[in-house]
């Protein structure tokens, strides 16, 4: 009975570490990061980020037009807080995301310091970022008779989404042209932690880490695809 018991809990945490560590959330809070472009934001479809908005100038800029990329540093955006630890979290959350970003985009654009021709603006902002309580989140995930957290952690799942104990994190964006300073695109988005058990899964800011390598990768993808690129490659969601 011990060796049947045990079976089955490898197998249950070899199924759990095989699953995609973050997910999109159902819903978004706005932060003022994007200023008057609120009410020119729809409903993102599948694939895309909850909220988006899309010049219908895109349609006429030849592909391949930019070639050189100034982004600019994550700011951090959201409700004051008094909690000084918190913030400054929130900073190295935001600090991660530039510098993913900036590997990334480097590997096919120029990268400038200084607005001009031929180069796209990219401005980002963390505006919610909350980490994983990695025991609780634990001990939820083991499927279990009388497992309480388990199915409080299910059900609120199932009412909003987002599990118990996981970690949380939004971002909005927006890309400009470079020289005439029209905002050609922009998005809000956020993702949640799902139930795993794996060897990241005890880092409490894991799931954060991951929903941002996970923008990155859409990012180049996304802009892959604007310039008419062959080997676009989409991370899996």
């Known amino acids: ?6 079976t089955l809990m490898l197998l249950i945490l070899i199924v759990l570490a095989g699953c995609a560590p973050t997910k999109q959330a159902r819903s978004v809070d ?7 472009l609120y009410p020119l934001l729809r409903h993102g479809g599948e694939g895309e980020a909850l909220l988006i908005y899309r010049s219908s100038k895109i349609a006429s800029i030849p592909r391949g037009t930019y070639k050189k990329i100034l982004l600019d540093r994550v700011q951090v955006w959201g409700e004051p ?5 918190h913030q400054a ?7 991660l995301l530039y510098t993913l ?4 985009l480097s ?10 021709p031929n180069t796209l603006h990219i401005q980002a902002a963390i505006t919610k970022a909350e980490s994983a309580d990695v025991v609780w989140r634990a001990v939820s995930t083991v499927p279990a008779p009388m497992n309480v957290f388990a199915v409080a952690s299910l059900l609120k799942n199932v009412g909003t989404g987002k599990p118990l104990f996981v970690g949380d994190v939004s971002v909005e964006m927006k890309a400009s042209d470079g020289l005439t300073g029209e905002v050609l695109a922009a ?5 949640v932690g799902k139930k795993r058990i794996d060897r990241d899964s005890f880092d409490s800011w894991d799931d954060v880490h991951k929903a941002l390598d996970f923008w990155v990768q859409k990012a180049r993808y996304r802009l892959c695809q604007e310039r008419g690129g ?4 989409e991370p899996k969601d």
């Open 30 to 36: 706005t932060s003022g990061f994007l200023g008057d």
């Open 81 to 85: 807080t008094t909690d000084t630890l």
């Open 107 to 116: 590997q096919d654009y120029e990268m400038v310091t200084q607005p001009g």
């Open 89 to 95: 979290e929130a900073q190295k959350v935001a600090d």
């Open 187 to 191: 998005s809000v988005d956020r993702r």
């Open 1 to 6: 009975m011990h060796t049947h018991r045990s």
């Open 230 to 233: 062959s080997n676009c490659v």
């Open 101 to 104: 970003a900036y590997q990334s």
